[in-house]
């Protein structure tokens, strides 16, 4: 990747994000949904680390700076719409949610609506204590 041509295949949103799926390699399950501009996925394949673009906080998230919880990018793809991308990762500590679970999908829809069916495996506070 000499040049940044590669990002102009990806059809940005009109406020110049991109979704992006993160998912576990080997297990294939999907620990989170980010979204990225050009420097946050230019970083990500760069540096091969997750990095994703704030949307409350206008600036570029490098998952993992506060919590210790780093995504190692294996791979990444671009569907064949060109507007998702999907990351296939090793999630550091096994922690992608900042809620403290393995994945930000732990609340299933079950007859008398949604259940928490992850356990926290670290109070958000200690990840945090910073913030």
């Not at 050009?38 to 700076?65: I, P, Q």
């Not at 990444?76 to 096994?94: A, F, H, K, P, W």
């Not at 079950?110 to 204590?129: C, F, Q």
Request: net charge negative; with cysteine; hydrophobic share 35%.
């Amino acid at each position: 990747m000499n040049n940044d041509n590669w990002l102009d295949t990806v059809k940005w949103t009109a406020d110049g994000l991109v979704p992006a799926i993160a998912q576990e390699e080997g297990t294939g399950r999907v620990l989170m949904v980010a979204w990225m501009n050009r420097d946050a996925l230019r970083e990500t394949a760069l540096t091969h680390r997750g990095v994703y673009w704030s949307r409350s906080r206008s600036k570029l998230w490098r998952k993992g700076e506060e919590s210790g919880n780093v995504q190692a990018i294996r791979e990444i793809r671009l569907d064949c719409d060109n507007d998702v991308i999907l990351l296939q990762i090793e999630q550091i500590g096994g922690i992608a949610c900042h809620t403290g679970r393995a994945s930000c999908f732990y609340q299933r829809l079950d007859a008398d609506g949604w259940h928490s069916i992850d356990p926290v495996l670290k109070d958000p506070g200690e990840m945090y204590a910073s913030s």
